[in-house]
């Protein structure tokens, strides 16, 4: 007789991955490998880098999955490793662009730009790709809320946890995120207007 993967627990489908059944790991990732890789898309914005993202923070979790909590979702252990591949490389990501801004004028020509050229990005702007480029102007902080609750749509208490804060501090950075999104995005068609 074999075991319906589909119907165990977190709980349990930890302790049948540490036992070594491979299996188990194939199925964390069938539950949890799309809401993982739409948390990264739409913190860092490029679907290629999520996906590459998505991966790492798999590999990370399994290769910790002995420091896993089975109390807890692993949806939300799995999202917290996550964000902080996002974190990392956006870090990283600064350090690029500043070595790449700090070259001699003459080797300019030798740097690819990381992101669109700006006259490129403001024209033929469809609505999703504006409310994406204001969110990207948000603090992480109030990004990562506003993700988390807003499109991922997790609960006060589970954005709580995954972020290893207070719910009013999710109600706080939640209420910020939007009055802040709500004027960038006001910023933008005003702009788009003159």
């Known amino acids: 007789m074999s075991l319906d993967l589909a119907q165990c627990s977190d709980r349990e489908l930890a302790a049948l991955a540490r036992a070594g059944q491979q299996q188990a790991y194939r ?21 290629d880098e999520a996906m590459d993202l998505t991966q790492e923070s798999f590999v990370a979790g399994f290769g910790a999955l002995g420091r896993y909590d089975a109390d807890r979702p692993f ?17 990283r990501r600064a350090v690029r662009s ?3 801004r700090a070259l001699p004028l003459e080797s300019a020509h030798d740097v690819a ?16 790709e504006r409310v994406r480029a204001a969110m990207s102007r948000l603090a992480p902080n109030l990004r990562e809320v506003l993700i988390l609750r807003g499109v991922e749509d997790l609960s006060q208490l589970e954005t709580a ?3 290893q804060v207070s719910e009013k ?11 802040k999104l709500k004027a960038l995005l006001g910023e933008t068609t005003t702009h788009a207007a003159e």
């Open 75 to 91: 949806q939300v252990w799995i999202s917290r490793i996550a964000l902080n591949k996002c974190r990392d490389w956006a870090r």
């Open 113 to 128: 730009s990381e992101g669109p050229a700006p006259d490129a990005e403001a024209a033929d702007r469809t609505e999703l």
């Open 161 to 163: 946890e995954l972020l």
């Open 98 to 100: 500043f070595f790449s």
């Open 169 to 179: 501090t999710v109600e706080t950075r939640l209420h910020r995120a939007r009055a």
């Open 27 to 47: 199925e964390f990732l069938s539950r949890y490998k799309a809401p993982v890789f739409r948390l990264i898309r739409n913190n860092i914005g490029d679907p």
